[in-house]
């Protein structure tokens, strides 16, 4: 396999932290297209849940080919995901689609959001085959600590609805993992996969078994893992991750509380969280979103990219990126948010001390008239002040 061609596997994944930038290059400018630039969002037409027919055929229209990467990315390893919510709040950053990559730090961003739509794109087709657990999960936990307690094979907790997720996150922890209650919940889930429309084989089955196993095993310990390398001693935990504030103290996992939790249900019920198979700078996945967008009358209230763009930028696909970018309908406040990891980029304003992740936060709209040599320079131009 040819070096260009892994580097452009290394896509849609949140991958732990770099000791060097890309080579500087010529600039990419990327102009604003007249439908991008469009200042008054428009109100949605079309909110309603799409069928279990509708849902397939949409991530059918929309995946690419299956890609490689070395980490399972059951978790983010982005410690300081939350840190843009509160400036996300103050720009009114609501409803619209909702863009996003890896696992489930995307469902924080949602229920913050409040989307009427949202994708969730990955290189990886495990990550497609994660998403659809997780939607099996939303299915058959009425509340947020069932989904807890089926999400890491314990037994039911009862009478929690009014904990905070701090007692929620204690209880859990103290509640021995119940292989006959694991076994149990994998059945149901296995059962509801079927229900989605999708054509999953075997192997496909064996995958989401051995997602839901690391989860069962793992319990509020998992972290991301990387295969062949040493776990990172920074890497958050699950618990970490659910605890986590955002930089006015607040807690805003989406399952800090119970409206979040919901909201994030209802959405995946009615179909309207899909996972697909792509690549940001791909000939497809983007583009085909834009035209799903646009039929249905909804603008981009936020894209999550990680630091996919680091990858982008060193494989020379950074331009094809910003052009899919920019087919997006947008609106004003759309924003792009993305997580850069310290290695050789030393302290960035964003930074937040003890954390090896930058969340950074950039207005759309300035991202598409952007001229970048390097992903030095697209991290240090136009991004907000989160404080």
Same mark, same amino acid.
Request: hydrophobic content about 50%; overall charge positive.
């Given at each position: 396999? @040819? #070096?260009? !061609? !892994? %580097? @452009?596997?290394? %896509?849609? $994944? @949140?991958c732990s932290g770099q000791n060097s930038a890309p080579a500087n290059k010529p600039p990419v &400018? =990327?102009? /604003?297209s007249e439908q991008a630039m469009k200042a008054a969002p428009i109100a949605p037409t079309n909110t309603d849940a799409l069928s279990a027919a509708e849902f397939a055929k949409i991530i059918e229209r929309v995946s690419e080919a299956n890609g490689y990467f070395d980490t399972d990315n059951l978790i983010s390893n982005e410690s300081s995901y939350l840190h843009v919510m509160n400036k996300m709040r103050s720009l009114n950053v609501t409803g619209g689609a909702y863009i996003g990559v890896g696992p489930d730090q995307n469902f924080s961003y949602i229920a913050q959001i409040r989307p009427h739509i949202a994708f969730i794109s990955d290189i990886r #087709?495990?990550?497609l085959l994660q998403h659809l657990f997780f939607k099996s999960l939303f299915s058959l936990a009425n509340n947020r600590v069932e989904y807890l307690c089926l999400l890491f094979g314990k037994p039911l907790i009862m009478d929690a609805g009014k904990w905070d997720i701090n007692q929620i996150a204690a209880a859990i922890d103290k509640s021995p993992s119940n292989q006959k209650q694991f076994e149990e919940t994998h059945a149901k889930i296995a059962a509801k996969l079927k229900t989605f429309g999708l054509k999953l084989d075997e192997k496909d089955?064996? &995958?989401i078994k051995n997602i839901h196993q690391a989860f069962f095993e793992g319990g509020l310990d998992l972290k991301f893992t990387s295969h062949n390398r040493a776990p990172r001693p920074y890497y958050p935990d699950y618990r970490g991750l659910m605890l986590e504030r955002d930089l006015t103290g607040k807690q805003c996992n989406y399952l800090v509380n119970e409206d979040d939790y919901q909201f994030v249900r209802s959405l995946s019920q009615r179909n309207l969280i =899909? /996972? $697909?198979v792509g690549n940001l700078a791909g000939d497809k996945a983007l583009l085909e979103i834009s035209k799903i967008l646009q039929e249905r009358g909804e603008k981009v209230s936020a894209i999550? &990219? @990680?630091?996919v763009e680091y990858y982008l930028m060193g494989d020379d696909s950074f331009d094809r990126f910003a052009a899919n970018v920019k087919r997006l309908p947008l609106q004003k406040n759309s924003v792009m948010i993305r997580s850069v990891f310290m290695g050789g980029y030393g302290r960035l304003p964003q930074n937040v001390p003890g954390y090896y992740s930058t969340q950074m936060l950039q207005p759309l709209e300035s991202f598409i008239k952007g001229s970048f040599r390097s992903y030095s320079d697209l991290i240090s131009q136009d991004s907000l002040d989160l404080k």
């Open positions: 396999m @040819s #070096r260009a !061609f !892994f %580097l @452009s596997l290394l %896509l849609f $994944v @949140s &400018t =990327i102009a /604003p #087709r495990d990550n089955f064996a &995958t =899909i /996972p $697909v999550y &990219t @990680s630091n």
